[in-house]
Structures are given as structure tokens and as C-alpha cells.
């Protein structure tokens, strides 16, 4: 097989299993843009903050069932195969876009309603539990010798494509139809284009290729052994929390919650929400292999102890300094700087997660911690909501990305340790 031949090869690997990447963001960020109609539909209130907040709370219920799917699937994938498990993630997520694109609203069907929106969120929770991890570990044992870093990076790349697309057509709709038909019922369009890809990603799934590294295995690890090897490695999945929740923190905020912070927050349109929205899905694409391949050639530590201390210091300035004065010249501007440190680091991160997490277990243990650390990220919207309601102060959400910026930091210099032990060991074996 000639180079080239061999490079399409790879780029149609990288699509093929990062496409169910897409529907998840894409599925996930559309909670975002329309927070406020999706809280009017099914959890209607007389207060706002009240309405606002259940709609919250019901997207952070999908991700209390990441862990449970971490664990259930995260297992499968580990004893069955990369390939069957990413099938599987893909269809159930599908059911539960689906679910949410086609349940009527509250005022039609009563309490049935958000019952039914909430049980679609967890449809999509357990699924999500295990298609990072999967995704993430499969571009890892399919990664050319000393670019590791660059492809798993491409796990969270293609996510950015979803926040893209998503926000272009609601950027689309909102010029388009007329603000009380969008509220009423056009917000539902970009989750029925969701529901059509579905064929598609599924075409795109069904030709992937066992990795080589899994398929080599002489021996597949039974569930028991799976949970003992993750007994065993508790530290390390503690650790790879701390790693994630930096990254899932940061993500929502600047991506998901945007167009709430926006349009809610800072009293800016929703056209102007979407746009900053847009340019932050670029600039992470553009920052998330950069960072990849620069941590292949000078490791993962520099980079992700250099983004975390700069988030701890910029963060609430850069955010009080945008609720001083409003406008989207520097909503643009701040989120774009926020864009660059989430870039940086998870671009480094996941691959980091992804090596430090034993093999027997791999997956399982990347979607155990990712989860778990999810748990927290995708409580931001809820976190941050509250958070200005009980201070009354507009830059609070910063308060919680610096914790998250601060477990990070921790957690880079665990995952140092760790990785300096087997060193050490075989050093003094060899001393000895």
C-alpha cells in the first residue's frame, strides 16, 4: 500500500469513528441554543429562573447515567471489541434523539412530557458514558508511532463540527422564522435533522475495522477482571477525574452555555450569541490538533500545567471585564481567549488519559473517569444559573471554572507521578 493510499485510509478511519461524536455535541448543544423553548414546552413555570433551571437539571441527567454506562458498556467494549461497542453507543443515542425530537409538549400530553424528555437524557447519558472513551481509545491503538497525541485529538475536533453546524442553523432559523413560530415549534427542526443523519452515521460505523492492537489480544479480559483491574487502579481513575473535569467544565460554558449566558445574562441577541458560538467551535478545531501534535513532540505535561495556571488567572477577570460592558465585540473576545486554553488542554489531556489508564481495562477506565468528571462539566449550565442567582454577580460562573482549572492542575502533576513510578522501578531494578 502506498503512503498516500495509507493516509486516505487513516482519514477515513478518523471520520468513521468520530462520527457518532457528532451527534452526541450536536444533539447536546442544541440544549443549549434552546434552553429557553425547551423550558417553556416542558417545564413550564411562572418564574423564569425556576423553568430555566429544571431544563438544566434535566440535561444534567443524562450525564448522572454516564457512569453507569461507563462501567456496563465501557466492559462490553473491553471484552467484545471497539468496533460492536461503538454500534452500540451509536443506537441508543439514537433512540433518545429520537425521543426528545418527537415528544409533544407539556401543555398536550401534561406531566408525560418532561417524564419522557428526561428519560430520553438518560437514553443518551448511558450511551455517551462509553462513546468517548471508545472513540478516544480506538484512535489511540490506531495511531501511527509518535502521533498518538494528534490523532485522539480528533475526538474532541469533531465535536467542534457539531457545535458549528448546530449553531448555523439555529443562527439560520432565528433569521428565518418569525420569533413566536420558533418558540412554539421551529426550535424542534434541528433535532429532526439530527434524527435524519442518523442512516448515515450508521453507514459510516457499520465498515470500521477491529483495531489491530485489541484483535492481537490472546487473552479478553472477563467483567470480573475488568472491575478488578479498575479496583486496583482506583488512584488513576481519581486522577483522570480531576483531568476531565477541566475540560468538561470549560467546554460547556464556552460552547453549550453561550447562547443562555448571551441572550439571559448579558441581554445580547441570540444572532450575536449564535455567532460568537460559531467562531468558538472554529477556533477549537483549530487549536485541538495543534495542541495534540505539539504534546506528541514535548509531552503532555507542559501543556496542560500552562493552561490550567492560565485559566486560574484569567478567568474571572476576563469574565468581569465582559459583564462590565456587554457587547459582542468582547463576548468574542473573551470566549475566544477561553477557546484557546480549552484547546490547548484537551488537546494534550486526552491522549494523557488514554496512556496513563491500564490496557486490560482501557476503555472502561477512560469512560469511568471521563464520566464521572462529565458529571460535573455537563452540571455546569445548572452550576453557573445558580451561582449568578445567589451572588448576583454576573462573572460567577469564572468561580467555577477556576475549581475546574484548579482539579486539573492537581491532577497533571498526579498523573506525572504516576507515570514517573514505573520508571523509577525499573531503574533501581536495574541498580540493583
Known amino acids: 500500500m502506498g503512503p498516500d493510499k495509507a493516509r486516505h485510509g487513516k482519514i477515513r478511519t478518523v471520520v468513521q469513528v468520530t462520527s457518532g461524536n457528532f451527534l452526541e455535541m450536536f444533539d447536546f448543544f442544541l440544549f443549549g441554543i434552546y ?158 435533522v439530527g434524527c435524519l443523519i442518523v442512516p448515515l452515521l450508521f453507514a459510516l460505523r457499520r465498515s470500521l475495522q477491529e483495531t489491530a492492537e485489541f484483535a492481537s489480544r490472546p487473552h479478553r479480559p472477563s467483567f470480573g477482571e475488568i472491575g478488578r483491574a479498575l479496583t486496583a487502579n482506583w488512584l488513576i481513575v481519581v486522577a483522570g477525574v480531576g483531568l476531565v473535569v477541566m475540560t468538561t467544565v470549560s467546554f460547556y460554558l464556552i460552547t453549550v452555555y453561550t447562547p443562555t449566558f448571551g441572550r439571559n445574562v448579558l441581554k445580547l441577541s441570540l444572532s450575536d450569541s449564535l455567532l460568537v458560538t460559531i467562531a468558538v467551535g472554529i477556533s477549537n478545531f483549530i487549536w485541538l490538533p495543534i495542541s495534540g501534535a505539539v504534546s506528541d513532540r514535548i509531552g503532555r505535561l507542559p501543556i496542560l500545567i500552562a493552561a490550567t495556571l492560565l485559566a486560574l488567572v484569567t478567568v474571572y477577570p476576563a469574565l468581569a471585564w465582559l459583564v462590565g460592558e456587554p457587547s459582542f465585540g468582547r463576548m468574542l473576545a473573551v470566549e475566544l481567549w477561553l477557546s484557546l486554553l480549552y484547546g490547548w488542554y484537551n488537546g494534550a489531556m486526552v491522549v494523557a488519559l488514554t496512556e496513563i489508564v491500564p490496557k486490560s481495562a482501557r476503555a472502561s477506565g477512560f469512560s469511568l473517569a471521563y464520566s464521572l468528571a462529565t458529571t460535573l462539566g455537563g452540571s455546569s449550565l445548572a452550576i453557573s444559573t445558580w451561582l449568578i442567582h445567589a451572588t448576583g454577580d454576573k462573572a460567577a460562573p469564572a468561580y467555577w471554572m477556576a475549581f475546574a482549572a484548579l482539579c486539573g492542575l492537581v491532577a497533571s502533576l498526579a498523573i506525572a507521578y504516576f507515570a514517573a513510578q514505573p520508571a523509577a522501578e525499573a531503574a533501581a531494578a536495574a541498580s540493583a
Open 35 to 192: 434552553a429557553k423553548s425547551i423550558s417553556e414546552a416542558f417545564f413550564p413555570n411562572a418564574s423564569e429562573f425556576v423553568s430555566l433551571m429544571s431544563t438544566f437539571l434535566s440535561f444534567a441527567a443524562g450525564f448522572a447515567m454516564r457512569p453507569i454506562g461507563a462501567l456496563v458498556l465501557g466492559a462490553y467494549v473491553d471484552r467484545i471489541g471497539r468496533r460492536k461497542g461503538l454500534m452500540v453507543t451509536l443506537s441508543i443515542m439514537a433512540m433518545g434523539t429520537a425521543l426528545i425530537a418527537f415528544v409533544p409538549s407539556y401543555a398536550t400530553i401534561g406531566l408525560a412530557a418532561p417524564l419522557l424528555v428526561v428519560f430520553g437524557r438518560l437514553l443518551q447519558g448511558f450511551s455517551a458514558g462509553v462513546e468517548l472513551g471508545g472513540v478516544s481509545v480506538y484512535l489511540a491503538e490506531v495511531a501511527t508511532p509518535g502521533h498518538k497525541g494528534f490523532y485522539v485529538s480528533w475526538q474532541s475536533a469533531s465535536q467542534q463540527i457539531a457545535i458549528v453546524v448546530a449553531a448555523l442553523i439555529g443562527f439560520a432559523l432565528n433569521a428565518w422564522m418569525a420569533p413566536a413560530a420558533l418558540a412554539a415549534w421551529g426550535w424542534r427542526i434541528p433535532f429532526f
